[in-house]
């Protein structure tokens, strides 16, 4: 093993390479638990939906689809910055890698502040899940899906918020000069969360913003 690997190799593995390999079957393995969890509010949703289609229509309309579209395509742009910054790490391109991140971070932090404006506009309008809700025409079950909006949407924000934490995180690392060409394994790691993230907000965007819309 190179003398300059050896620091960055942990005592229980072989090699740089044998690290890898677990760090990746580790990420994994906590994506499928985080599948799990997106996958029975979704399960709660396609119930709840079949039960009150009428109610889900109408929820649909209420939400703004501009925002929605906008929260789209700073995301997948963020998916873009993010997948770049990791080429720039396998690369050894540690100021790419920097100002990437820093893009990844800024369309992430724009997500959360269109969404906290959504939200800020719905709490307005009543649409409040609790002894608040009052919408402005009285819908037989609406509650219903705005208790699932905002659960769904609230956890993926959340998401959002450890994924920022995680990529201020790597740079802090970067700005150290943790990364190179034989070492970029927590970039390669925080970039399968980030995307995870995204594709979670992709199946909620349509979910939630278009079905039902026509």
Known sequence: MSSDLHG????QFDDMEQQR???TIGMWAFLITEVMLFGGMFMCYTVYRTL???AFQAGSHHLNIILGTLN???????????ALAVHAAQ?????????LIVATILLGSLFLAVKAFEYTGKWQENLIPG????????????????ALYFVLTGTHAFHMVIGIGVMVVMLVMNR????SKDYYAPVEMAGLYWHFV???????FPLLYLLGRH
Do not use: C
Request: net charge negative; hydrophobic share 45%; proline share 9%.
């Open 91 to 99: 690369n050894g391109h540690r100021k790419q890698v920097e100002r």
């Open 21 to 23: 390999e677990a760090a």
């Open 131 to 146: 002894p608040n809700f009052a919408p402005a025409e009285p819908i037989p079950h609406l509650q219903i899906f705005y």
């Open 52 to 54: 009150y289609p009428e």
């Open 198 to 204: 995204d594709i979670v907000w992709i199946f909620l």
């Open 176 to 179: 150290g000069g943790k990364f």
């Open 8 to 11: 960055l190799v942990a005592h």
């Open 72 to 82: 789209t395509a700073l995301l997948i742009g963020s998916s873009l910055t993010m």
